[in-house]
Protein backbone atom coordinates (compact mmCIF):
# COMPACT_ATOMS: atom_id res chain seq x y z
CA UNK A 1 0.00 0.00 0.00
CA UNK A 2 0.76 3.36 -0.65
CA UNK A 3 0.39 6.65 1.46
CA UNK A 4 0.86 10.34 1.16
CA UNK A 5 2.19 12.27 3.88
CA UNK A 6 2.20 16.06 4.42
CA UNK A 7 5.33 16.86 6.87
CA UNK A 8 6.55 20.30 8.29
CA UNK A 9 9.89 20.39 9.72
CA UNK A 10 12.27 23.05 11.76
CA UNK A 11 15.56 22.05 9.55
CA UNK A 12 17.94 24.39 11.87
CA UNK A 13 20.07 21.11 13.24
CA UNK A 14 19.66 19.32 10.26
CA UNK A 15 21.55 18.05 7.42
CA UNK A 16 18.76 18.65 4.96
CA UNK A 17 16.22 16.70 3.72
CA UNK A 18 18.05 13.43 1.95
CA UNK A 19 19.36 10.66 3.81
CA UNK A 20 23.35 10.63 3.60
CA UNK A 21 26.07 8.81 5.65
CA UNK A 22 24.65 6.87 8.97
CA UNK A 23 26.71 10.05 11.23
CA UNK A 24 24.32 12.93 9.94
CA UNK A 25 20.89 14.01 11.35
CA UNK A 26 18.53 14.31 8.17
CA UNK A 27 14.62 14.71 8.22
CA UNK A 28 14.64 11.64 5.72
CA UNK A 29 17.02 9.45 7.96
CA UNK A 30 14.44 10.42 10.73
CA UNK A 31 10.94 9.36 9.28
CA UNK A 32 12.64 6.26 7.44
CA UNK A 33 13.98 5.27 11.42
CA UNK A 34 10.84 5.83 12.84
CA UNK A 35 8.70 3.86 10.19
CA UNK A 36 10.80 1.55 9.97
CA UNK A 37 10.41 0.43 13.31
CA UNK A 38 6.55 0.43 12.99
CA UNK A 39 6.83 -2.11 9.43
CA UNK A 40 9.72 -4.06 11.00
CA UNK A 41 11.27 -3.70 7.82
CA UNK A 42 13.35 -1.11 6.27
CA UNK A 43 11.15 1.53 4.08
CA UNK A 44 12.22 4.10 1.84
CA UNK A 45 10.21 7.41 1.89
CA UNK A 46 10.51 9.67 -1.25
CA UNK A 47 10.23 14.20 -0.28
CA UNK A 48 8.64 16.00 -3.33
CA UNK A 49 11.80 18.59 -2.19
CA UNK A 50 15.04 18.02 -0.95
CA UNK A 51 15.69 21.06 1.22
CA UNK A 52 19.21 21.96 2.48
CA UNK A 53 20.65 22.01 5.23
CA UNK A 54 19.24 24.17 7.76
CA UNK A 55 15.95 25.16 5.19
CA UNK A 56 12.36 24.46 6.86
CA UNK A 57 9.26 22.66 4.97
CA UNK A 58 5.83 23.56 6.13
CA UNK A 59 4.27 21.64 3.41
CA UNK A 60 6.92 18.79 2.14
CA UNK A 61 5.32 15.87 0.61
CA UNK A 62 6.43 12.55 0.82
CA UNK A 63 5.50 9.41 -0.24
CA UNK A 64 5.90 5.63 1.24
CA UNK A 65 5.29 2.21 0.22
CA UNK A 66 4.25 -0.26 3.03
CA UNK A 67 4.09 -3.96 2.62
CA UNK A 68 1.34 -4.20 5.10
CA UNK A 69 -1.99 -2.02 5.67
CA UNK A 70 -2.60 0.20 8.40
CA UNK A 71 -4.95 3.05 9.05
CA UNK A 72 -3.60 6.47 7.73
CA UNK A 73 -4.44 7.47 11.18
CA UNK A 74 -2.51 5.25 12.72
CA UNK A 75 0.63 5.90 10.91
CA UNK A 76 0.09 9.42 11.70
CA UNK A 77 -0.08 8.99 15.05
CA UNK A 78 2.79 6.36 15.38
CA UNK A 79 5.02 8.86 13.56
CA UNK A 80 4.06 12.02 15.79
CA UNK A 81 4.78 10.02 19.22
CA UNK A 82 8.55 8.49 18.15
CA UNK A 83 9.36 11.58 16.51
CA UNK A 84 11.45 14.65 17.58
CA UNK A 85 10.21 17.61 18.37
CA UNK A 86 11.38 19.61 15.22
CA UNK A 87 9.36 17.17 12.78
CA UNK A 88 6.07 16.84 13.05
CA UNK A 89 3.27 14.49 10.03
CA UNK A 90 0.27 16.75 9.63
CA UNK A 91 -1.53 14.25 7.41
CA UNK A 92 -1.68 10.77 6.21
CA UNK A 93 -3.53 9.56 3.25
CA UNK A 94 -3.61 6.32 1.04
CA UNK A 95 -2.58 7.06 -2.46
CA UNK A 96 -2.40 5.33 -5.61
CA UNK A 97 -0.12 2.70 -6.16
CA UNK A 98 1.78 4.62 -8.83
CA UNK A 99 1.62 8.19 -7.23
CA UNK A 100 5.39 9.79 -6.96
CA UNK A 101 5.67 12.42 -4.45
CA UNK A 102 8.58 13.89 -6.62
CA UNK A 103 7.89 12.99 -10.44
CA UNK A 104 4.09 13.58 -10.15
CA UNK A 105 4.52 17.17 -8.32
CA UNK A 106 3.44 19.66 -10.87
CA UNK A 107 4.65 22.82 -8.18
CA UNK A 108 5.81 23.81 -5.53
CA UNK A 109 5.89 26.93 -3.41
CA UNK A 110 8.55 28.41 -1.38
CA UNK A 111 8.77 31.00 0.84
CA UNK A 112 11.86 33.35 1.56
CA UNK A 113 11.66 35.63 4.77
CA UNK A 114 13.99 38.18 5.51
CA UNK A 115 14.28 40.66 8.19
CA UNK A 116 14.90 44.29 7.18
CA UNK A 117 14.38 45.68 10.53
CA UNK A 118 17.53 46.97 12.67
CA UNK A 119 16.11 45.45 15.90
CA UNK A 120 16.16 41.87 15.32
CA UNK A 121 13.22 39.31 16.30
CA UNK A 122 14.67 36.66 18.95
CA UNK A 123 11.58 34.37 18.86
CA UNK A 124 11.97 34.00 14.67
CA UNK A 125 15.40 34.21 14.78
CA UNK A 126 16.13 30.52 13.58
CA UNK A 127 13.74 31.59 10.68
CA UNK A 128 14.31 34.37 8.96
CA UNK A 129 17.83 36.00 7.27
CA UNK A 130 18.79 38.91 8.85
CA UNK A 131 19.40 41.27 6.90
CA UNK A 132 18.69 44.28 8.47
CA UNK A 133 18.80 46.91 6.18
CA UNK A 134 16.07 48.65 3.56
CA UNK A 135 15.21 47.29 0.56
CA UNK A 136 13.46 48.44 -2.63
CA UNK A 137 11.08 46.34 -3.25
CA UNK A 138 9.56 47.98 -6.39
CA UNK A 139 13.17 47.49 -8.30
CA UNK A 140 12.75 43.86 -6.86
CA UNK A 141 9.59 43.14 -8.45
CA UNK A 142 10.94 44.76 -12.13
CA UNK A 143 13.64 41.95 -11.47
CA UNK A 144 11.47 39.59 -10.75
CA UNK A 145 9.11 40.26 -13.77
CA UNK A 146 12.33 39.09 -16.03
CA UNK A 147 12.77 35.95 -13.87
CA UNK A 148 9.56 34.81 -14.99
CA UNK A 149 8.40 32.37 -17.43
CA UNK A 150 10.28 29.39 -18.96
CA UNK A 151 14.00 29.44 -18.95
CA UNK A 152 16.98 27.62 -18.36
CA UNK A 153 18.36 28.63 -14.64
CA UNK A 154 21.98 26.71 -14.90
CA UNK A 155 23.59 30.53 -13.88
CA UNK A 156 20.97 29.94 -10.71
CA UNK A 157 22.18 26.46 -9.77
CA UNK A 158 25.61 25.80 -7.84
CA UNK A 159 25.72 22.30 -9.18
CA UNK A 160 26.28 21.74 -12.64
CA UNK A 161 22.87 20.52 -13.67
CA UNK A 162 23.31 16.22 -15.65
CA UNK A 163 19.69 16.58 -17.10
CA UNK A 164 17.82 19.83 -18.16
CA UNK A 165 18.11 22.57 -15.86
CA UNK A 166 15.04 24.13 -17.84
CA UNK A 167 12.68 25.04 -15.32
CA UNK A 168 8.81 27.05 -15.57
CA UNK A 169 8.78 29.76 -13.22
CA UNK A 170 5.01 31.14 -12.04
CA UNK A 171 5.01 33.70 -9.66
CA UNK A 172 7.37 35.36 -7.84
CA UNK A 173 5.49 37.61 -5.17
CA UNK A 174 6.46 39.99 -2.37
CA UNK A 175 4.76 40.59 0.65
CA UNK A 176 5.86 43.61 2.59
CA UNK A 177 5.26 43.41 6.10
CA UNK A 178 6.21 45.15 9.62
CA UNK A 179 10.07 44.90 9.43
CA UNK A 180 9.76 42.19 7.03
CA UNK A 181 9.92 41.37 3.20
CA UNK A 182 8.69 37.86 2.52
CA UNK A 183 9.48 36.44 -0.98
CA UNK A 184 6.77 33.87 -2.24
CA UNK A 185 8.38 31.65 -5.39
CA UNK A 186 6.22 29.56 -7.33
CA UNK A 187 7.27 26.80 -10.14
CA UNK A 188 6.93 23.71 -11.96
CA UNK A 189 10.59 22.82 -9.87
CA UNK A 190 13.68 24.43 -8.58
CA UNK A 191 17.45 23.29 -8.96
CA UNK A 192 19.46 23.38 -6.51
CA UNK A 193 20.18 26.40 -4.36
CA UNK A 194 18.23 28.15 -6.84
CA UNK A 195 15.73 30.10 -4.48
CA UNK A 196 18.43 30.94 -2.27
CA UNK A 197 20.18 32.60 -5.28
CA UNK A 198 17.35 34.05 -6.76
CA UNK A 199 16.64 35.50 -3.50
CA UNK A 200 20.46 37.13 -3.15
CA UNK A 201 20.35 38.39 -6.77
CA UNK A 202 17.27 40.09 -5.96
CA UNK A 203 18.35 41.48 -2.55
CA UNK A 204 21.18 43.26 -4.47
CA UNK A 205 18.89 44.52 -6.73
CA UNK A 206 16.72 46.22 -3.83
CA UNK A 207 20.19 47.44 -2.42
CA UNK A 208 20.94 49.14 -5.54
CA UNK A 209 23.97 46.83 -6.06
CA UNK A 210 22.89 46.01 -9.96
CA UNK A 211 20.39 46.94 -12.28
CA UNK A 212 16.78 44.77 -12.26
CA UNK A 213 18.19 43.92 -16.05
CA UNK A 214 20.90 42.21 -14.79
CA UNK A 215 19.05 39.15 -13.42
CA UNK A 216 18.57 37.94 -16.62
CA UNK A 217 22.67 38.02 -17.66
CA UNK A 218 22.86 35.03 -15.55
CA UNK A 219 19.38 32.98 -17.59
CA UNK A 220 21.34 34.13 -21.01
CA UNK A 221 25.15 32.83 -20.28
CA UNK A 222 24.17 30.48 -17.93
CA UNK A 223 27.41 31.30 -15.73
CA UNK A 224 26.61 30.81 -12.03
CA UNK A 225 29.27 33.92 -11.81
CA UNK A 226 26.56 36.76 -13.03
CA UNK A 227 23.97 35.92 -10.37
CA UNK A 228 23.87 37.56 -6.79
CA UNK A 229 24.78 35.76 -4.16
CA UNK A 230 23.12 32.65 -1.87
CA UNK A 231 20.93 33.66 0.63
CA UNK A 232 21.27 31.70 3.43
CA UNK A 233 19.23 28.76 4.18
CA UNK A 234 17.18 29.68 7.51
CA UNK A 235 15.49 32.23 5.62
CA UNK A 236 13.74 29.40 3.51
CA UNK A 237 10.35 27.18 4.02
CA UNK A 238 9.28 24.93 1.51
CA UNK A 239 5.46 25.72 1.61
CA UNK A 240 3.47 23.98 -0.54
CA UNK A 241 3.59 20.73 -2.99
CA UNK A 242 1.02 20.87 -5.95
CA UNK A 243 -0.17 17.77 -8.02
CA UNK B 1 23.94 58.00 34.57
CA UNK B 2 20.96 55.92 35.06
CA UNK B 3 19.69 54.01 31.72
CA UNK B 4 16.24 52.49 31.21
CA UNK B 5 16.45 49.17 28.94
CA UNK B 6 13.70 47.52 26.67
CA UNK B 7 14.44 43.87 26.27
CA UNK B 8 13.17 40.84 24.61
CA UNK B 9 14.51 37.04 25.23
CA UNK B 10 13.59 33.77 24.15
CA UNK B 11 13.67 32.09 27.83
CA UNK B 12 13.88 28.37 26.52
CA UNK B 13 17.42 27.35 27.77
CA UNK B 14 17.49 30.10 30.88
CA UNK B 15 17.20 29.76 34.44
CA UNK B 16 14.77 32.66 34.53
CA UNK B 17 15.51 36.67 34.86
CA UNK B 18 17.28 36.48 38.06
CA UNK B 19 20.88 36.14 38.57
CA UNK B 20 21.65 32.97 40.68
CA UNK B 21 24.60 30.93 41.40
CA UNK B 22 27.68 30.93 38.75
CA UNK B 23 26.57 28.06 37.24
CA UNK B 24 22.81 28.77 36.07
CA UNK B 25 22.21 30.58 33.19
CA UNK B 26 19.95 33.61 33.97
CA UNK B 27 19.04 36.36 31.36
CA UNK B 28 20.18 38.92 33.82
CA UNK B 29 23.31 36.89 34.27
CA UNK B 30 24.01 37.36 30.78
CA UNK B 31 23.32 41.14 30.73
CA UNK B 32 25.94 42.23 33.80
CA UNK B 33 28.67 40.27 32.56
CA UNK B 34 28.57 42.00 28.92
CA UNK B 35 27.74 45.40 30.48
CA UNK B 36 29.98 45.00 33.30
CA UNK B 37 32.71 44.27 30.22
CA UNK B 38 31.84 47.13 28.33
CA UNK B 39 31.74 49.58 31.87
CA UNK B 40 34.93 48.14 33.27
CA UNK B 41 33.11 47.67 36.63
CA UNK B 42 31.28 45.17 38.30
CA UNK B 43 27.16 46.46 37.26
CA UNK B 44 23.32 45.56 38.73
CA UNK B 45 20.62 45.71 36.22
CA UNK B 46 17.09 45.64 37.52
CA UNK B 47 14.48 43.88 36.07
CA UNK B 48 10.58 44.87 36.11
CA UNK B 49 9.62 41.28 35.74
CA UNK B 50 11.47 38.21 37.53
CA UNK B 51 10.24 35.51 34.74
CA UNK B 52 10.01 31.82 35.98
CA UNK B 53 12.99 29.78 34.26
CA UNK B 54 11.31 28.94 30.29
CA UNK B 55 9.36 32.43 30.24
CA UNK B 56 10.10 33.99 27.07
CA UNK B 57 9.83 38.34 27.02
CA UNK B 58 9.09 40.53 24.52
CA UNK B 59 9.12 43.79 26.44
CA UNK B 60 10.80 43.14 29.75
CA UNK B 61 12.06 46.43 30.90
CA UNK B 62 15.15 46.99 33.13
CA UNK B 63 17.23 49.99 34.52
CA UNK B 64 21.19 50.10 35.05
CA UNK B 65 23.60 52.86 37.02
CA UNK B 66 26.49 53.60 35.17
CA UNK B 67 29.60 55.60 36.79
CA UNK B 68 30.76 57.03 33.12
CA UNK B 69 27.87 58.53 30.67
CA UNK B 70 27.86 56.93 27.30
CA UNK B 71 25.70 57.42 24.67
CA UNK B 72 22.36 55.06 24.68
CA UNK B 73 22.42 53.92 21.02
CA UNK B 74 26.55 52.91 21.90
CA UNK B 75 25.52 50.76 24.73
CA UNK B 76 22.57 49.46 22.50
CA UNK B 77 25.26 48.43 20.53
CA UNK B 78 27.77 46.85 22.40
CA UNK B 79 25.30 44.32 23.76
CA UNK B 80 23.55 43.03 20.65
CA UNK B 81 26.61 42.81 19.86
CA UNK B 82 27.39 40.70 22.37
CA UNK B 83 24.82 39.03 23.85
CA UNK B 84 23.24 35.59 22.69
CA UNK B 85 21.37 35.62 20.11
CA UNK B 86 18.53 34.41 22.38
CA UNK B 87 18.76 37.90 23.83
CA UNK B 88 18.26 41.59 22.51
CA UNK B 89 18.16 45.19 23.42
CA UNK B 90 15.45 46.86 21.43
CA UNK B 91 15.82 49.79 23.40
CA UNK B 92 17.80 51.66 25.50
CA UNK B 93 16.78 55.63 26.59
CA UNK B 94 18.50 57.81 29.61
CA UNK B 95 16.07 57.78 32.63
CA UNK B 96 15.56 59.77 35.73
CA UNK B 97 18.27 59.20 38.58
CA UNK B 98 15.64 58.04 40.64
CA UNK B 99 13.64 55.44 38.24
CA UNK B 100 13.39 52.21 39.36
CA UNK B 101 12.38 49.33 37.08
CA UNK B 102 10.26 47.54 39.65
CA UNK B 103 9.32 49.92 42.33
CA UNK B 104 7.60 52.44 39.85
CA UNK B 105 6.08 49.96 37.56
CA UNK B 106 2.38 50.46 36.64
CA UNK B 107 1.22 47.76 34.91
CA UNK B 108 2.13 44.89 33.44
CA UNK B 109 0.88 42.65 30.33
CA UNK B 110 1.47 39.37 30.33
CA UNK B 111 0.71 36.76 27.21
CA UNK B 112 -0.28 33.26 27.91
CA UNK B 113 -0.12 31.22 24.42
CA UNK B 114 -2.05 27.26 24.42
CA UNK B 115 -2.25 25.59 21.09
CA UNK B 116 -5.24 23.59 21.08
CA UNK B 117 -4.84 21.89 17.48
CA UNK B 118 -4.38 18.12 17.33
CA UNK B 119 -1.44 18.75 15.07
CA UNK B 120 1.42 20.98 16.51
CA UNK B 121 3.19 23.70 14.58
CA UNK B 122 6.88 22.78 14.89
CA UNK B 123 7.79 26.42 14.86
CA UNK B 124 6.20 27.96 17.47
CA UNK B 125 6.65 24.94 20.12
CA UNK B 126 8.84 26.59 22.24
CA UNK B 127 6.46 29.37 22.32
CA UNK B 128 3.25 27.77 22.89
CA UNK B 129 1.69 25.52 24.95
CA UNK B 130 0.80 22.19 23.68
CA UNK B 131 -2.60 21.54 25.30
CA UNK B 132 -4.14 19.80 22.08
CA UNK B 133 -7.41 19.82 23.19
CA UNK B 134 -10.91 22.46 22.41
CA UNK B 135 -11.69 24.49 24.96
CA UNK B 136 -14.82 26.56 25.88
CA UNK B 137 -13.99 30.16 26.14
CA UNK B 138 -17.34 31.51 26.97
CA UNK B 139 -17.03 29.45 30.48
CA UNK B 140 -13.27 30.65 30.59
CA UNK B 141 -14.54 34.33 30.19
CA UNK B 142 -17.17 33.80 32.91
CA UNK B 143 -14.74 32.53 35.33
CA UNK B 144 -12.28 35.38 34.02
CA UNK B 145 -14.76 37.73 35.21
CA UNK B 146 -14.84 36.69 39.06
CA UNK B 147 -10.69 36.81 38.83
CA UNK B 148 -11.01 40.91 37.47
CA UNK B 149 -10.40 43.32 40.59
CA UNK B 150 -8.45 43.94 44.01
CA UNK B 151 -7.95 40.25 45.61
CA UNK B 152 -5.46 38.40 47.52
CA UNK B 153 -4.06 36.28 45.22
CA UNK B 154 -1.94 33.88 48.19
CA UNK B 155 -3.89 31.05 46.52
CA UNK B 156 -2.91 31.86 43.05
CA UNK B 157 0.90 31.98 43.74
CA UNK B 158 3.30 28.82 44.94
CA UNK B 159 5.73 30.98 47.66
CA UNK B 160 4.22 32.27 50.95
CA UNK B 161 4.66 35.53 50.63
CA UNK B 162 6.43 37.71 53.06
CA UNK B 163 4.82 41.52 52.24
CA UNK B 164 1.48 41.43 51.14
CA UNK B 165 -0.37 38.83 48.07
CA UNK B 166 -2.80 41.41 47.42
CA UNK B 167 -2.82 42.25 43.93
CA UNK B 168 -5.26 44.45 41.05
CA UNK B 169 -5.92 42.27 37.57
CA UNK B 170 -7.35 44.73 35.62
CA UNK B 171 -8.13 43.00 32.27
CA UNK B 172 -8.17 39.03 31.02
CA UNK B 173 -8.95 39.28 27.18
CA UNK B 174 -8.96 36.18 25.23
CA UNK B 175 -8.04 35.93 21.40
CA UNK B 176 -9.34 32.87 19.78
CA UNK B 177 -6.99 31.99 16.70
CA UNK B 178 -7.05 29.07 14.51
CA UNK B 179 -6.13 26.19 16.45
CA UNK B 180 -4.90 29.08 19.28
CA UNK B 181 -5.92 30.76 22.16
CA UNK B 182 -4.10 33.41 23.47
CA UNK B 183 -4.98 35.18 27.11
CA UNK B 184 -3.52 38.44 27.77
CA UNK B 185 -3.33 39.62 31.51
CA UNK B 186 -3.21 42.70 32.65
CA UNK B 187 -2.53 44.50 36.06
CA UNK B 188 -0.44 45.97 38.56
CA UNK B 189 1.52 43.19 39.48
CA UNK B 190 2.01 39.61 39.46
CA UNK B 191 2.67 37.27 42.06
CA UNK B 192 5.15 33.99 41.75
CA UNK B 193 3.50 31.54 39.19
CA UNK B 194 0.54 33.50 39.32
CA UNK B 195 -0.19 34.19 35.59
CA UNK B 196 0.59 30.11 34.89
CA UNK B 197 -1.49 29.46 37.59
CA UNK B 198 -4.68 31.56 36.66
CA UNK B 199 -4.23 29.81 33.09
CA UNK B 200 -3.83 26.55 34.31
CA UNK B 201 -7.64 27.44 35.97
CA UNK B 202 -9.25 28.86 33.50
CA UNK B 203 -8.12 25.70 31.37
CA UNK B 204 -9.88 23.53 33.55
CA UNK B 205 -12.53 25.86 33.62
CA UNK B 206 -12.78 25.44 29.52
CA UNK B 207 -12.66 21.61 29.48
CA UNK B 208 -15.26 21.49 32.02
CA UNK B 209 -13.61 20.08 34.78
CA UNK B 210 -14.95 22.86 37.41
CA UNK B 211 -16.95 25.52 37.05
CA UNK B 212 -16.52 29.22 36.25
CA UNK B 213 -17.44 29.80 39.86
CA UNK B 214 -14.93 27.79 41.40
CA UNK B 215 -12.06 29.92 40.86
CA UNK B 216 -12.62 32.24 43.36
CA UNK B 217 -12.55 29.24 46.08
CA UNK B 218 -8.82 29.88 45.79
CA UNK B 219 -9.23 34.03 46.38
CA UNK B 220 -11.49 33.52 49.07
CA UNK B 221 -9.34 30.86 51.12
CA UNK B 222 -6.03 31.71 50.50
CA UNK B 223 -5.30 28.00 49.79
CA UNK B 224 -2.95 26.82 46.14
CA UNK B 225 -4.75 23.23 46.44
CA UNK B 226 -8.23 25.35 45.37
CA UNK B 227 -6.89 26.70 42.33
CA UNK B 228 -5.92 24.78 38.68
CA UNK B 229 -2.80 23.45 38.18
CA UNK B 230 0.60 25.24 36.76
CA UNK B 231 0.43 25.67 33.04
CA UNK B 232 3.83 25.48 31.78
CA UNK B 233 6.41 28.08 31.34
CA UNK B 234 6.71 27.76 27.44
CA UNK B 235 3.42 28.97 26.88
CA UNK B 236 4.51 32.61 28.94
CA UNK B 237 5.51 35.51 27.39
CA UNK B 238 5.92 39.49 29.36
CA UNK B 239 4.52 41.89 26.70
CA UNK B 240 4.80 44.87 27.92
CA UNK B 241 5.40 47.13 31.44
CA UNK B 242 3.90 50.77 31.94
CA UNK B 243 5.13 53.02 34.00
Redo the contacts between chains.
Keep these: MNYRLVI???GTRYAGWQRQTATKETIQGKIEDVLGRMAGEPVEIIGAGRTDAGV?A?GQVANVHLSRERRPEEIREYL?RYLP????V?EVKEAAPRFHSRLNARRKTYLYRISTDT?????E?K?IYGLKEPLDVKKMEEAASYLLGVHDFQGYCTRKMKKSSVRRLDEIRFREMEGELRIYYTGDGFLYNMVRILTGTLIEVGQGKRSPRSVTEALETGERARAGYTAPPQGLCLMKVEY
Design positions: QYDHRNEDICSVKNVFRY
